[in-house]
């Protein structure tokens, strides 16, 4: 059974509702794939009938873009691409909106294509996400006319239901990407808001940086890359919740595929990308397309997140 396609929001594109997440490709901190690894990752991903993928310059820097265009190679046609501005390659963050084409044709450069298919400003600070006061958005609706890109939009930062608005409300965005999931819910306060403007939703961080596959508990300890920021009481607070979320599942669903269906419950979502470092990851991801999760489950997992708003990420 292959991946059932959504559209992105009321653009033209159309993507897998699992996509992959390619932060992880060769990225040392992240204990990542090497490059051989990531590319068997994108074959086993096509295989599946996985479209859409997820990277940004920022990611190893320049690398999970480069790896992706190698991997690609006679095959461009086949994905829906999703790349980032604002965290660079080789230089500190840049948002200037007279550098977005320059950074765009870095981008394609390492993609080894002429086109990306969804360009996001890269966790840039709320002020920028606001297109009545930033140029950002007319100079991205610029590329979007000259065929640079075919849709365009913000990767969230406080990841909250006030970017999403503010996002929706002014920039003419055709796409969000937020983090969301079973143990961080606030932001679907605005996912009606997002939809009713045909604005499509990419749900990265699905497994809670990997808390929600189940395999970590209150004593694990990350010495490297993007989880080594947690203090110890920051990890023991996501262990008991993952705990409370294992129990809400049915006998026989793992946590990996009921975060995963919780998300794919969210009829607002265009695609979830989990993060993926081996092909046997991808492939467990995945699976959770093969099923679905209760109304009750759902009803109990909705009531999970309630007054959580500020798990820090
Ligand atoms: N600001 C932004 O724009 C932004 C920020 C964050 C993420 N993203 C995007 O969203 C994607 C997803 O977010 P994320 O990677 O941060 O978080 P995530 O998807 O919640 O977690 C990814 C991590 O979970 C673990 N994992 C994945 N599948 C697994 C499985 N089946 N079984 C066990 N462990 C599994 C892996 O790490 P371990 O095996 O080491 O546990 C993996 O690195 C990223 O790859 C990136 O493309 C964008």
Redesign the pocket.
């Known amino acids: 059974m292959t991946v059932a396609k959504r559209p992105l929001g009321n653009s033209t594109i159309e993507v897998s509702e699992i996509g992959l997440?390619?932060?992880?490709f060769t990225d040392e901190g992240?204990?990542?794939p090497d490059e051989n690894e990531s590319a068997r990752i994108v074959d086993e991903a096509l295989a599946l009938g996985v479209t859409f993928i997820?990277?940004?310059p920022g990611?190893a820097g320049g690398k999970s873009e480069a790896a992706l265009g190698r991997a690609l190679e006679g095959r461009r046609d086949q994905v829906v691409l999703c790349t980032?501005f604002g965290y660079w390659a080789d230089e500190p963050a840049n948002y200037s909106a007279g550098r977005i084409e320059e950074s765009l044709t870095k981008s394609l450069a390492r993609l080894r294509t002429d086109y990306v298919d969804v360009l996001?400003v890269?966790?840039p600070p709320f002020e920028l996400m606001d297109g009545t006061t930033q140029p950002h958005y007319r100079e991205l609706q610029r590329l979007k006319d000259a065929g640079m890109i075919r849709a365009y939009g913000v990767?969230?930062?406080a990841d909250t239901s006030e970017e999403i608005r503010r996002i929706v409300e002014t920039t003419g965005s055709q796409a969000i990407?937020i983090?969301f999931?079973a143990l961080y819910q606030e932001p679907a306060q605005a996912f009606e808001a997002a939809a009713a403007a045909g604005v499509g939703l990419i749900v990265?961080?699905?497994?809670?940086?990997?808390?929600?596959?189940g395999?970590?508990t209150a004593d694990s300890r990350f010495e490297e890359g993007?989880r080594s920021r947690w203090t110890p009481e920051q990890i023991a607070e996501r262990a008991a919740l993952v705990d409370e979320f294992a129990a809400l599942l049915p006998a026989g669903v793992s946590t990996?595929h009921g975060a995963l269906r919780h998300i794919l419950a969210q009829p607002q979502v265009s695609t979830v990308?989990?993060?993926?470092?081996s092909v046997?990851?991808l492939r467990?991801?995945v699976a959770a397309h093969e099923g679905t999760l209760l109304p009750d489950t759902l009803a109990a997992i909705r009531k999970l997140g309630e007054g959580r708003p500020s798990l820090t990420w």
């Open positions: 997440g390619a932060w992880q992240w204990g990542g997820d990277t940004a990611y980032k996001l890269h966790s990767s969230g930062q990407e983090r999931n990265k961080v699905p497994l809670e940086s990997g808390w929600l596959s395999k970590y993007p990996t990308i989990p993060g993926t470092k046997q990851q467990e991801n």
